[in-house]
């Protein structure tokens, strides 16, 4: 049989995507990954989730409930494999001043009715808006993201014992050490696990995650919110859930953008937003807090070769194990160990690279003020999501007034006097059209104005009655003006509006 009748065998990536196989974290390798590492971001959780209900005004079981309802069912509704949600700092703060004067079954409630506004607007496309987010404003998003989580060990070395310094400097040298010799075992849960061996070992007088608040000894109960399911309840929690579901649905969006970038895989930003919404929904009616995705525990999370929803789920429930089952050993752990894990994970995800003097050089200066501006709002207000918003509308102003320049008019006048031509070349729109009016001679030009928009496109009103004020000029003069080459778009909008925004005046 000659080797042309034999049929070509599909390629092995082909044949692999065609041929039916188990999941991804079902490998022993990649599942000893996940678990180990969903194991350090639990650890890490547990601090962070106390600190966040001491904010919201709450007992430290409502934050640590929300960190294990939200990271156990954003593992299987969210979009983004790998990112952990759980309580927050952001969120907390939206809500304590609810919780502070109304009390936890408002809180509650706040978190259910969030999570509805979460799923109407994920259903609603409001994912499709990350796509305005300048790289610039990213940048900043990132580097802030970097200085929040340092700022936030500053405390936990301030007033301290003298042994906690050199506890911090060892644990981070064995992070840095360790993985250049192994990667069996993640290095911060290995420096997690020897600084509380030593403590303990030693009797060493320091600070641990005890003295943060008691943990909770028995799984949350579901049930309704305390509160009278009224008209007066729900206009008084309505703008407390807005506000909950827009800073919630910024953070875990900008967040698995940062993490698709990492990772160089895509997610869907859509369902991430109603799973959010899902998740929310579920820990409200567990009694908890409610959160989004939680930035730093992500980072460690990915960091440490995390890939799949699986991570997600074992920090949720290795959370609530470590909590109920193992309580008194956690909370021997000193906080040391996990300031260390996190100020290594502030330095790796600034982008030092953007800061250095070679790239700010070749930088324009808009993009840089952009990034600039981001991290600014975002250190001086601690909520990244006002910062992203101050930042994206401060790269649409700097854009605008880019292209605003970019529309150019020349004229060529017939040799014999009898015609001129305008050629407008760019972009029109409201901040380009308002210098077009004054780009024409009115007053010299011959009887016969001809305005070529061949090589410009019309996308605003604004364009179609700068147009129209120019039209009215010269025809004040008794002159004739013809407007050619517009593309299909640009007469449609033209045809439409011309002569109908003036009011008839």
């Not at 430290?60 to 509704?77: D, K, N, R």
């Not at 502030?346 to 930088?363: C, G, N």
């Amino acid at each position: 049989m000659s080797s042309s009748s034999v049929p070509a065998r599909p390629s092995s990536s082909l044949a692999a995507r065609l041929r039916p196989g188990r999941p991804e974290w079902l490998k022993p390798s990649v599942a000893r990954t996940e678990i180990l590492s969903g194991l350090v971001v639990a650890l890490a959780l547990i601090p962070e989730a106390i600190s966040f209900s001491i904010i919201a005004g709450v007992d430290p079981s409502i934050g640590l409930f929300a960190s294990f309802t939200m990271a156990v069912v954003i593992a299987v509704v969210g979009g983004r494999p790998a990112m952990i949600s759980a309580a927050t700092g952001a969120i907390a703060l939206v809500v304590a001043p609810l919780a502070r004067e109304h009390g936890l079954g408002y809180l509650v409630a706040t978190v259910i009715l969030g999570g509805l506004i979460q799923i109407l607007l994920g259903a609603l496309g409001v994912a499709r808006l990350m796509r305005f987010v300048p790289r610039s404003v990213m940048v900043g998003f990132v580097n802030a993201l970097a200085i929040l989580i340092f700022m936030a060990q500053v405390p936990e070395l301030i007033g301290v014992p003298w042994i906690v310094y050199p506890l911090v400097g060892g644990a981070l040298a064995l992070m840095i050490v360790l993985p250049r010799l192994t990667k069996v075992i993640p290095a911060p849960l290995v420096s997690i696990a020897a600084l509380t061996a030593l403590t303990v070992g030693a009797h060493l007088a320091v600070p641990t995650v005890g003295d943060r608040g008691a943990l909770p000894s028995a799984l949350p109960v579901p049930g309704l919110p305390d509160v009278p399911f009224t008209l007066d309840t729900l206009t008084l929690i309505a703008p407390y859930a807005v506000g909950f579901a827009l800073v919630g649905l910024m953070e875990s969006l900008m967040t698995a953008k940062l993490v698709d970038g990492l990772t160089d895989t895509h997610s869907s930003k859509t369902r991430e937003s109603i799973g959010q919404g899902v998740a929310n929904i579920v820990t409200g009616l567990f009694g908890g807090m409610g959160g989004c995705a939680m930035i730093g525990q992500t980072m460690i999370n990915v960091k440490n070769g995390a890939r799949t929803r699986l991570s997600t789920f074992t920090a949720g429930v290795l959370l609530m194990v470590l909590c109920i089952v193992f309580g008194p050993l956690v909370s021997r752990i000193p906080m040391a160990a996990l300031v260390a894990v996190m100020i290594l994970v502030s330095f790796s995800t600034f982008d030092w690279h953007s800061i250095a003097p070679a790239t700010l050089k070749r930088m324009p200066a808009g993009e840089i003020g952009v990034m600039a501006v981001t991290v600014a709002v975002v250190v001086a207000t601690h909520n990244l999501a006002i910062g992203v918003v101050v930042g994206s509308l401060t790269g649409l102003v700097i854009f605008a007034r880019r292209v605003a320049h970019l529309a150019e008019v020349s004229a060529v006048v017939d040799p014999d006097g009898g015609q001129v031509v305008y050629a407008v070349t760019g972009e029109l729109f409201f901040a380009s059209s308002n210098d077009l009016i004054t780009q024409f001679d009115y007053a010299t030009d011959p009887d016969d104005v001809v305005i070529d928009l061949t090589d410009a496109h019309i996308w605003d009103a604004s364009s179609v009655a700068a147009l129209d004020a120019v039209e009215a000029k010269y025809a004040a003069r008794g002159k004739t003006v013809r407007i050619v080459g517009l593309n299909q778009p640009s007469a449609r909008m033209h045809g439409a509006l011309s002569g109908e925004l003036s009011g008839g005046h």
